[in-house]
């Protein structure tokens, strides 16, 4: 069973920090990229950061210089640091996983507040 956990969200005020993990368990196929998507209350959900299994990462330009994204292939699981946190960071952060055979796999999310 693919199960893929995310913890760490919360409520926090303007200018915090917060730190999101994501433990991806039962893939049978070799994970390419892992990340962090976010949706926040009517709006489209948006990629936020990824990172490939070669190293690479990608931002969300709002968020180039707050947010680090890293991971553990080893453990395939991937961390998001959030800091200076705004209140429009405000969403449901869902972590993704694709392998290399592109399936792609969601983890349920976990809702961060910021509040100004």
């Known amino acids: 069973q693919v199960q893929l956990v995310e913890s760490g969200g919360g409520l926090v005020q303007a200018g915090g920090s917060l730190s999101l993990s994501c433990a991806a368990s039962?893939?049978?196929?070799?994970?390419?990229?892992m990340g962090w998507y976010r949706q926040a209350p009517g709006k489209q959900r948006e990629l936020v950061a990824v990172a490939t299994s070669g190293g690479s990462t990608n931002y969300l330009d709002s968020v180039k210089g707050r947010f680090t994204i890293s991971r553990d292939n080893a453990e395939n699981t991937v961390y998001l640091q959030m800091n200076s946190l705004k209140p429009e960071d405000t969403a449901r952060y869902y972590c993704?996983?694709?392998?290399?055979?592109?399936?792609?796999?969601w983890g349920k999310g976990t809702l961060v507040t910021v509040s100004s």
């Open positions: 993704n996983a694709l392998t290399w055979t592109n399936l792609n796999y």
């Open positions: 039962g893939i049978r196929f070799k994970i390419n990229a």
